[in-house]
């Protein structure tokens, strides 16, 4: 899972993405409203936390440029503005969710999770393929009903396979959902943390498909 922060205020944005990293998670922070668009526009992300009031181009107006381009990433808005008037506004640019300063960081944790299911597909929380269980909400995965530990890259790797179980996802769209914008992943390459996982949840799980990607499968004949 890899989120776009878009947030001006330098404390507030590193506690965020502090506390999304803590969860695993990538995050690329912007800090104006230019470079929030920039990335949104150029890069894959999973969701997009957004602040409305942003230098260079308020966040009203980045939300409408993602909309009027096709991107349809969900996005939460964060912002301290809490009048009535304001959310609607949001609303009609096209954000999928509003959250009002201050807020409780779990609660952002959460709420991000919960659209990045619903963009999935995924009206259930806990998503099951074959011995393997996967509980969106809270981020935990389970092999034949017992917890598994994961690294954070790992994490990264299995849970967008488990939101598309069963389907190929594209190699290079699942290092973008992995991989913050300035990573240096020589250790961490793609195919070194897809054996990984098949070491801990059997290889026969993760299928590579040839010139394409990777899938995630409980097997034939015992379908998810
Ligand atoms: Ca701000």
Not at 27 to 56: F, I, Q, S
Not at 68 to 92: N, Q, Y
Request: hydrophobic share 45%; aromatic share 6%; glycine share 8%.
């Amino acid at each position: 899972m890899r989120i776009l922060l878009v947030e001006d205020d330098e404390a507030l944005a590193s506690e965020i993405a502090r506390a999304l990293r803590a969860e695993n998670c990538a995050v690329d922070v912007a800090r104006d409203g230019e470079d929030g668009l920039h990335l949104g526009d150029t890069e894959r992300y999973d969701a997009a936390v957004l602040d409305l009031g942003l230098p260079k181009v308020d966040g009203l107006s980045v939300l409408a440029a993602w909309r009027k381009a096709g991107r349809d990433l969900p996005v939460l808005i964060l912002t301290a503005r809490d009048a009535w008037s304001e959310k609607v506004a949001g609303f009609k640019a096209g954000a999928d969710d509003y959250l009002t300063k201050p807020f409780r960081i779990e609660e952002v944790v959460m709420r991000l999770r919960a659209l990045v299911r619903r963009a999935a597909g995924h009206a259930a929380a806990r998503i099951t393929c074959g011995r393997l269980g996967y509980d969106t909400q809270l981020g935990h995965f389970d092999l034949d009903g017992l917890p598994l530990k994961l690294t954070a890259f790992e994490w990264r790797v299995l849970s967008a396979l488990m939101l598309r179980r069963e389907v190929v996802v594209d190699r290079g769209e699942l290092i973008e959902r992995v991989y913050e914008y300035d990573a240096d992943n020589d250790s961490n390459s793609l195919e070194v943390i897809v054996a990984r996982l098949r070491r801990k949840i059997g290889a026969e799980m993760i299928e590579t498909v040839r010139g394409r990607g990777y899938r995630l499968t409980a097997g034939e004949g015992n379908p998810a």
